[in-house]
């Protein structure tokens, strides 16, 4: 039988805790690879950082969402209130801003929340059923008590024996390449 | 870890030192104003003493919710907070100033003429008196007091048992009554030392108001403290952007909270539209006060708002403790607010309310500095202490 032909995707190291895997993302920067992802069993503060991930569009998003929810509640209560239904409730004047803050609040957090999840989920394009790690049979233990270090083959400076030398070097264990088979 | 590494640096002693002068000049050019013109003196002192009250009680507060629910950002400050703490007894001090000028103060309910023009209930007939005022300011001061007496003293005794599970226990187990004491005996504070200015008006969210602005008070004042000890041993090395993170977002928090409790109130109030109740927004939101309200709204709440939503901000030690200076003037401001009304339809401030702030703040920190130079500035007992200055971040 023909053996499906298979792509490399990277090379993934191993690490037992996630000071290690923190020290070793920090060297593979210094080092120069620009392609790196990291997976633990849990979040590791400072590892985004350290990896190269400087900047995400998540907050930006959130503002528009925010700002959007919040014109969106104030405008539909003035446009009801003052403009395509006045009443004249106690004497109140059409527009009764401070009566309409609480939902206009409501809505800010609702439209800040919702541009925040699917934003980010758009823009980590998860979920995501197949993804080449997956390939590597001790990956399984990135939910439980491994932390795992990938370099990618798409960086520039990547170099199959260089490249797992490199994670060697940083005390990387069971060092093996990531195949992509899709 | 040995006590003598976290001494407080040679710095603390200078801001003893320049704490203790401004507030001792100004102290002197109050005292003058006191003497020349006893009203004016009495009404700026009043909201003055609200804000040291707040460095104060604040302090306590966030102590005890360090104690209830951990984290790293509380165990950096907690020396901070105890210092602060422990300054009760200079408030307690403070606060005779307000008892001499009770008569001039509390008219609306001390004065014969004004009671007869407008008569208090039976209810507030007997709360509202002399003698209950004084003996309910005895009660808020034993509760603060034995608070800050007890958190401290513990504390210090965790220095020597650092295993001593049974204090750790403790601990917890009264911070948790220790803030409702807290929070209830402000809340009764506020009504008789400042809501009472204006009888005839009652808010049941008034003493929340105090409460979170004391929060916004103390975060602040703990901010500029860390930001200014972390330019020196030992908590140079100590002092991480993390810990300002924490220290932001929660000011953030508490600024956030204090702004929903004042909205609450205008918009009960507003939309319940009793001539007894709009009276305390008739005479602050038109004219001169409406100046000083739009002020607020904006420079205390969505200016800081908008700002301390900045990441960057948040961790950076000299534009956080920027904010943080900002938050409390502001503090000052929104307390002239709620007291001056009362007394003056012009919102100009007088000389007296540039000095009396300063002699107190002055005074207060001085004292400050002073109590964070006796213990070590870390709680070496504190059994997550290793962990909330360890720098690998996990």
């Known amino acids: 039988m023909k053996e499906h032909p298979s792509q490399l995707f990277g090379v993934m190291g191993e690490f037992a805790t996630p000071e290690q895997i923190l020290s070793a993302a920090k060297q593979a920067r210094e080092a120069g690879y620009k392609h790196i992802a990291a997976y633990t069993p849990f979040p590791v503060e400072g590892l985004a950082h350290a990896i190269g991930f400087r900047w ?13 929810g919040g014109l969106t509640g104030f405008g539909l209560q003035y446009w009801v209130a003052a403009i395509t239904y006045p ?50 049979e001790r990956f399984a233990h990135a939910s439980t008590d491994r932390f795992f270090l990938c370099i990618e083959a798409r960086d520039p400076k990547f170099n199959l024996a260089e490249t797992s030398k490199f994670l060697q070097s940083v005390a990387a264990e069971h060092i093996s390449e990531v195949k992509d088979e899709g | 870890m040995n006590a003598q590494d976290y001494t407080a640096p040679a710095s603390v002693s200078r801001v003893q030192t320049a704490g203790l002068v401004v507030g001792g000049v100004a102290l002197l050019a109050a005292i003058f104003g006191a003497v020349s013109s006893p009203e004016k003196f009495y009404q700026s002192y009043l909201f003055s003493y609200m804000l040291v009250l707040g460095l104060t009680l604040g302090s306590l507060g966030l102590l005890m ?19 602060a703490s422990r300054n009760i007894w200079l408030v307690l001090l403070m606060f005779v100033p307000i008892v001499l000028g009770m008569k001039s103060l509390y008219r609306a309910w001390l004065d014969p003429e004004k009671l007869k023009a407008e008569p208090l209930s039976a209810y507030q007939q007997g709360y509202l008196t002399s003698a209950g005022f004084l003996g309910r300011a005895v009660l808020y001061f034993a509760i603060w007091g034995a608070l800050v007496w007890l958190f401290n003293s513990w504390s210090r005794e965790q220095d020597q048992n650092r295993e001593d599970r049974a204090l750790r226990r403790r601990l917890k187990l009264l911070a948790g009554p220790g803030i409702i004491l807290y929070v209830l005996a402000m809340t009764f504070a506020a009504i008789d030392w400042v809501m009472s200015l204006s009888p005839h008006w009652a808010s049941t969210i008034y003493g929340f108001i105090f409460v979170a602005g004391q929060a916004i008070t103390a975060m602040s004042f703990m901010i500029i403290v860390v930001a200014a000890l972390s330019n020196y041993e030992p908590y140079a090395g100590i002092i991480q952007e993390r810990h300002l993170h924490d220290l932001g977002k929660l000011l953030f928090a508490f600024n956030m909270l204090w702004a929903y409790f004042d909205f609450s109130q205008l918009l009960i109030i507003w939309s319940g539209n009793q001539p007894e109740e709009i009276s305390f927004y008739r005479t602050r939101l038109y004219g001169g006060w409406g100046v000083v309200a739009v002020i607020v709204l904006i420079f205390s709440f969505a200016l800081p708002f908008l ?74 007992g504190d059994p997550k202490l290793a962990e909330a200055i360890a720098h690998h971040e996990h």
Do not use: C
């Not at chain 1, 995400?56 to 959007?68: D, K, M, N, R």
């Not at chain 2, 984290?71 to 907690?78: E, K, S, T, V």
């Not at chain 2, 107190?360 to 109590?371: R, S, Y």
């Open chain 2, 65 to 83: 919710l360090q104690h209830l629910t951990g984290g790293h950002w509380g165990i950096i400050i907690r020396r901070p907070l105890e210092a």
């Open chain 2, 307 to 380: 700002v301390l939503l900045s990441r960057d901000i948040k961790r950076s030690a000299s534009l956080i403790s920027k904010v943080a200076i900002w938050m409390i003037l502001m503090r000052l401001v929104d307390l002239f607010w709620m007291t001056r009304p009362e007394f003056s339809s012009s919102a100009l401030p007088t000389w007296l309310d540039i000095v009396v702030p300063i002699a107190l703040i002055g005074l207060w920190v001085g004292f400050f500095a002073l109590n964070l130079k006796q213990p070590p500035l870390l709680p070496l």
């Open chain 1, 56 to 68: 995400t569009a998540v907050p930006l998003l959130t503002l528009i969402g925010g700002l959007g």
């Open chain 1, 87 to 136: 009443m004249n409730i106690g004497g109140r004047p059409l527009n009764s801003w401070p009566a309409f803050i609480p939902v206009t609040f409501e809505l800010t957090v609702l439209g800040a929340s919702i541009f925040a999840v699917v934003g980010m989920l758009a823009l980590n394009k998860l979920p995501q059923p197949y993804h080449p790690v997956f390939n590597v």
